[in-house]
Antibody
Framework: QVQLVESGGGLVKPGGSLRLSCAASGFTFSDYYMSWIRQAPGKGLEWVSYISSSSSYTNYADSVKGRFTISRDNAKNSLYLQMNSLRAEDTAVYYC??????????WGQGTLVTVSS | QSALTQPPSVSGSPGQSVTISCTGTSSDVGSYNRVSWYQQPPGTAPKLMIYEVSNRPSGVPDRFSGSKSGNTASLTISGLQAEDEADYYCSLYTSSSGYVFGTGTKVTVL
């Protein structure tokens, strides 16, 4: 079955960097768009970024544009999110999700990123 | 793109029906049939419940239904069950803005 497993979260100081990874299995990874979606503690969902199946197209939320970079390695069935210039408001659980048309059909369990001094 | 507006909470007794609204504008919800709904029980990842306004993925009970009128989409849960207690989010995709989520609604089963 479809599995998405995020890793790489942790505690980082404001202004610091972190790289999240998402390992995918149970489907042909290279056929699907993939997204990162986050949820601040006690708050709602916020879409962060998506990448096309061949990496030819990416899109970002205004809140992270210029600071975050999404990428993927189809040979390794892996999705990444490079996060730079982190701010306190980036503190959240980060989910990777499989895109199918205009929806996210499968989600990982998330990895917590905490930005604090 | 601003978040879509949902009521913070709705509640109902087992067996009753509840409806959650998701209000946008004529430029987003009113223009596209790309509204989806996600269920998020406490401490878990979201799960897709409805796509393209009113379609249910395989495995989602037919107690869950979706509709849209004008700038407002709605999710109705009929025959409410204890296991339906969760947060629910609407979502919309537009090619210009990417994805936007609703503010979220907590469903409580009394």
């Amino acid at each position: 079955q479809v599995q998405l497993v995020e890793s790489g979260g942790g505690l980082v100081k404001p202004g610091g960097s972190l790289r999240l990874s998402c390992a995918a299995s149970g489907f042909t990874f290279s056929d699907y768009y993939m997204s990162w979606i986050r949820q601040a503690p006690g708050k709602g969902l916020e879409w962060v970024s998506y990448i096309s199946s061949s990496s030819s197209y990416t899109n970002y939320a205004d809140s992270v544009k210029g600071r975050f970079t999404i990428s993927r390695d189809n040979a390794k069935n892996s999705l990444y999110l490079q996060m730079n210039s982190l701010r306190a408001e980036d503190t959240a659980v980060y989910y990777c999700a499989r895109g199918d048309g205009t929806v996210h059909t499968n989600w990982g369990q998330g990895t917590l990123v905490t930005v604090s001094s | 793109q601003s978040a879509l507006t949902q009521p913070p909470s709705v509640s109902g007794s087992p067996g009753q029906s509840v409806t959650i609204s998701c209000t946008g504008t004529s430029s987003d919800v009113g223009s596209y049939n790309r509204v989806s709904w996600y269920q998020q029980p406490p401490g878990t990842a979201p799960k897709l419940m409805i796509y393209e306004v009113s379609n249910r993925p395989s495995g989602v009970p037919d107690r869950f239904s979706g509709s849209k009128s004008g700038n407002t989409a709605s999710l109705t849960i009929s025959g409410l069950q204890a296991e339906d207690e969760a947060d629910y989010y609407c979502s919309l995709y537009t090619s210009s803005s990417g994805y936007v989520f609703g503010t979220g609604t907590k469903v409580t089963v009394l």
